[in-house]
């Protein structure tokens, strides 16, 4: 690790890692061109590398890098590329996640689904971002084992990885099979929001960036008490900012988890608490694709009413909470501790 590094406040550092992956990004893409040269194909890879480079908080590309410098590593372009990795992995499970949901924009921009349809049919969008989305896959399988790690501690981390698509493919099902449940659970919501986002985004990326870096299990099992409460305060974070957030900061339609009938915790403890009369007015608009805003106004009046908002705001603070204290009981990296610090609260009151 250089001296630089070590004086330089984490904040920066973060803000280097995440330019030294968009140039890692750009160069991996560059070096993957079209294996025919068929117009279309090419096109198609030109939309592909524009999704994968424009915008994201390159969020687990951090916390991977934060995680191997927990855990002692030094900065180097081995542990870049790695976390170069799981930025692709996430490009590929967000083409797929967008056509799922039915969604229009994506970083207020056009979802790849659907700047692929544009002059053709939505059907051949949809076919060509799936089969776009496996190739993003694809590649961040490819990054990460030719990253350059010694090999024990590579089949460490790859390990890890198997389980993070194992979980994420896990949570977007029971997301999936949320929707054909007449009605859901607050617990049934946490557990998707577990497997879908706590383990995905904090708690994996954290534990393979201290895997490659030689971790010993009780480093791991402190990523692991670290990462799942902020990873759950972050996606509850994520509810509130997708029904009362401001389009023009999160880059999406405050209507689309409304008009999608999205299962959160936010709607299953509105559910469990509204009145009768409430509830069939809920039951009548959320997921309903003719959804206006002033139905959704109305929608989340009802979520206000019941203490929904203020339940899960309550629940966010105690999962942070708890991310926090397990973190001031290890002993990490000085600059990797106060990054991790600054990220959770970043993470769980942003406003995008």
């Known amino acids: 690790m250089t001296a630089e590094l070590v004086r ?12 030294r992956v968009d140039r890692r990004l750009a160069t991996f893409l560059d070096a993957h061109q079209a294996v025919v040269s068929d117009p279309d194909v090419e096109a198609a890879h030109r939309a592909l590398r524009a999704f994968v480079l424009t915008g994201g908080k390159r969020l687990r590309p951090l916390l991977c890098y934060w995680g191997w410098r927990g855990a002692g590593g030094a900065d180097s372009e081995e542990i870049i590329s790695a976390c170069t990795a799981l930025e692709l992995c ?53 990054l990460l084992a030719g990253c350059g790690v010694q090999q024990y501690r590579l089949r460490a981390a790859q390990r890890l990885f198997n389980a993070l698509r194992g979980e994420v493919i896990t ?9 054909e449940r007449e009605q859901m659970t607050v617990r049934q919501a946490l557990e998707v929001v577990r497997f879908k986002t706590a383990k995905y985004t904090v708690e994996r990326p954290l534990q393979i960036g201290g895997a490659l870096a030689g971790a010993d ?14 990873g759950e305060a972050f996606q509850l974070r994520d509810d ?13 339609s405050a209507l689309d988890d409304l008009r999608e009938g999205k299962h ?24 309903n694709a003719d959804l206006t805003e002033e139905r959704a106004a109305e929608l989340r009046q009802i979520v206000v009413r019941t203490g929904a908002l203020a339940h ?14 397990v973190l001031g009981g290890a002993r990490l990296d000085p600059a990797a501790e106060q990054a991790l610090t600054a990220l959770a609260e970043r993470l769980a009151h942003r406003d995008r």
């Open 240 to 252: 509130v900012l997708g029904m009362f957030g401001d389009p023009v900061a999160t880059g999406k």
């Open 264 to 287: 959160t915790v936010l709607i299953a403890h509105t559910l469990g608490h509204a009145s009768p009369r409430d509830v069939a007015h809920l039951k009548a608009w959320h997921g």
């Open 217 to 230: 299990p009780a480093l791991l099992e402190v990523y692991s008490g670290f990462g799942v409460p902020l």
């Open 90 to 142: 996430h490009a590929g499970l967000l083409i797929h996640d967008d056509i799922m949901d039915g969604s229009a924009l994506r970083r207020g921009r056009p979802t790849l689904h659907r700047d692929l349809a544009a002059g053709r049919s939505d059907g051949f969008g949809q076919s060509a971002a799936i089969l776009l989305g496996v190739l993003a896959l694809a590649w961040s399988e490819e």
């Open 8 to 19: 330089r406040p984490a904040d920066q550092v973060s803000d280097d890692v995440r330019r």
């Open 312 to 325: 899960v705001e309550a629940l966010i603070g105690e999962r942070v909470g708890e991310a926090l204290g």
């Open 171 to 179: 949570g977007q099902f029971l997301d999936v099979l949320a929707g």
